[in-house]
């Protein structure tokens, strides 16, 4: 098991490594890159000096090789030392790990982003709690009263909410049910070391509006899953046996419907980690989601943001592959 | 309805009666084109200890009537009618609570692919520390050292190691074994087993069957075999039923079915299957035709359309009148018309055209020298 977990953190670090120079090859090999690093009021002596602190002047190959340095050692902006002999405050000092240089906002890639992420991941768990007891709950009782009217009900506005759009789900919640029919307070986003009753009150319309979207897929998902499981000749052996109806379900049916469901859970929580760029601009929360739609203009963060995506979404399914290999026996491990 | 022979009270005192008794059992199954008569009217006993064969072609209703007496079809839309005597107990009349305290402790089940009806995700000695446990206030210690105990007496080695391995782990006749060791755990009075090697390899076939059989010697099960194998029932069981289009066409015990066959159904499959000692036949003699459709059986008797006989019967009766089990010998049924004469003549003028299986078998010597 030791060893299987070592192999897969391994091919996870070479997967971000790739993942890097994929980014790099993608952003950098097109137009001018530089263009992208001052926002709408580029003139283009702060192109020209944005280059020449963020090492754009360079190809992008060695570009990639400092970025990657940089997250390991950290890196001046501008790498210039002879500039830092004589006027150390014009050099930006980045330390490992060092994501990047916004000269937007002043301020390293990581330490503006190390703000934000306790936004999204609160708005991603809380997502990720209501879907997946929304969306397992109605998808088991869907496959259990397969073709009667509850059955059809639920795959039915399952496949409303997966059709509507993300912002008008978050519009309307936000719209109607806080400020006209005022049935919350204004959603808006609470530390949860300041109070954690005030975090979760913040985080319902928000999350609800993620969670109904993802819902809808686990509705129709976990449903599949049951059935499947359901049509199983072990269940009949179970049956056979002389066990309640009840731990039938829970112990022999829900086992093998829900150790799939576990793979999607994890992959699909670690991608709103790194931000939901609708649902954060819809209600304004200040994570990562947001930061990426306003850096559209600001390519150093953005690198940054795809990288720390990558390295969730990576790390996510490390997680998923062991739990894997704990939950499901046939896996081999060796 | 010629059922109503057994009195209750008295199967429940006394040990002569029949350990099992199934008396005109029906299971119906509605569906969109119609209702499948998936086993119609069906009746047998089975006595402790014995073993009774059931025999047919796939759609034939053995797997049904096996899953009726456990009560599997409840809660579906299947319709089962008639009354399964367990002890003198209709298992149809009880209400669930009390036949889910016999399913696995009175009446076991060995299902056809060990591989698919063993749970993947839980280790073997679980799941069968769990068959145990359902019906004993047993500690997980206790369950354990009876697991390990019943996986060494089905022959499996090395059972402490063994007992926390998973399914996949097993080869294909260790699963058996095992699924031979759930079903027996609780020491059951009836044993089903539902095409118990037809999953198997050929030379691991026989071993289960030896296995089957000391473990019946020695726990005193009666065991329901279901299979269309004939060399299996051959080798099992003490009386058989044949089935066809859900109906038994013909019973008794396995000498009188096997050597002296009286349904036309019954002969074609004896001939149907290969024999080692017949030097004289090369080729196998199929039944011609196809099972039929359980939604629109074949007016009168199911097998008719097959049947090389159904000339033989004056008068369009085949066609014409559903045949009841007749009496044709002692303890042996047949659901024909063919009367005892009639077979005579039959056997005697058609030059082996009913031909059972001790002619073949013994006749090779007169044909068999050159010329």
Redesign the interface.
Known sequence: MFAYVVRRVAIGVVLLFVMSFVTFLMFFSGPDPAKFTCGKNCTPELIEQNRKALGYDKPWPVAWANFVTGIFTGRDYPNDPELKQTHPELIARCDAPCLGYSHLVNATVWSTMKQKIPVSASLALAAFVMWIIMGVAAGVIAALRKGSLVDRGIVGVALIFYAFPTFFIGLFLYQYVSLKWGWTPVPAYTPLKDSPGLWLQGLLLPGLTLALFYAAGYVRLTRTFVLESLSEDYLRTARAKGLAPGRVLVKHTMRAALTPIVTIAGVDLAGLLGGAIITETVFNYDGLGKLAFNSILDLPMTVGIVMLLSAFVIAANIVVDCLYAVIDPRVKVA | MTAETISVSSAREGSEGPLLSVRDLSVHFPTEDGLVKAVDGMSFDLAAGKTLGIVGESGSGKSVTS?AI?G?HRGTRAQVTGEILLRGDDLLLLPDEEL??????EI??V?Q?PL????????VGN?IM??YR??HHASKAVARTRTIDMLDRVGIPNPAKRVDQ?P?EFSGGMRQRA?IA?ALINDPGLLIADEPTTALDVTVQAQILDLMKDLQREFGSAIILITHDLGVVARMADDVMVMYGGKAVEKGTILDVFYRPKHPYTMGLLKSMPRLDAVRRAALDPIPGNPPSLINLPTGCAFHPRCPYRTDVPGDRCRAEVPELYRVGHGQEARCFLTASDRTRLEFLGAGRVESLDDSAFRPHESGEPA
């Open positions: 899953q456990l599997l889910r305290a016999l399913r696995g402790r076991a089940m299902f692919d698919s009806a063993l749970h993947p995700y839980y280790s799941q769990e068959a359902v019906h998973y996949h699924m759930m």
